[in-house]
């Protein structure tokens, strides 16, 4: 998913994720299995909720506000969007079940299949609730900052195991030799030398070895990959 911590997930992005069909996708979307969003970025906005009446429910403003965040698109919305590849609403859901229009006509973008994101909290339950009986999630990628290996317990820091995971990728790939530069710029590194960034952890070199004949290339012990794909 990447290293930095989202609200908010590009469409495309989870759906390579995922590996998710079109068809399938436009299933769930359509019936309401997983929640599409957009990202407004400043716009005046009514912000409102419903109340119950005898005659049905009655949207109830609570707020106008310049509004910069992330809205729910409706299903109608949606449907259309995938039928017809673009559509300009004004109106939307909040996360909440509240609701939210433009106020102003100028203030309406088309909105197209580029545009849509998903919430990171609609991104966990849909792959909890509708993907994982499936067994259609991507494992989480192991995680090389605290594991269990050789019998032995190994720590590492954040930069450190960003370094491995790299490698790490590198080798279920089919191609686990890789040269210090991408191993260091992977780890998000300043050091010149692989040396320098695993300096603080002893024992190190049992688990990322030089490769033979390439200077400067280097890979992930292959029993370490075995048994943390494991």
Known sequence: MG????????????????KLSESDLRYAVENGLL????RIYGANMELGSYEDEDWGRMPVPYEHTYFDGVVDIRRYDIYRLFQEGEVAPNDFSLPNGDYANLLNPH???????????????ERARFEHDVLESFG?????????????Y???IWRFTEMQARAMLYLYNAARNGDPEQHCRKILEAAGSQSEKIGHLFSTRKGWKQLVHPSSGRSGWYFLEPRLVVAMAA
């Not at 290293?3 to 995922?18: F, G, M, N």
């Not at 929640?35 to 957009?38: D, E, K, M």
């Not at 991507?138 to 594991?147: A, H, L, T, V």
């Open 150 to 152: 050789d019998d032995h």
């Open 3 to 18: 290293r930095i911590k989202k609200d908010y997930h590009e469409l495309e992005e989870l759906t390579a994720r995922w």
């Open 35 to 38: 929640t599409l969003s957009v």
């Open 136 to 148: 259609a999630t991507e494992p989480s990628p192991p995680d090389f900052r605290r594991f269990t």
């Open 107 to 121: 203030d309406v973008r088309p909105i197209r299949r580029g545009n849509l994101v998903v919430r990171e909290e």
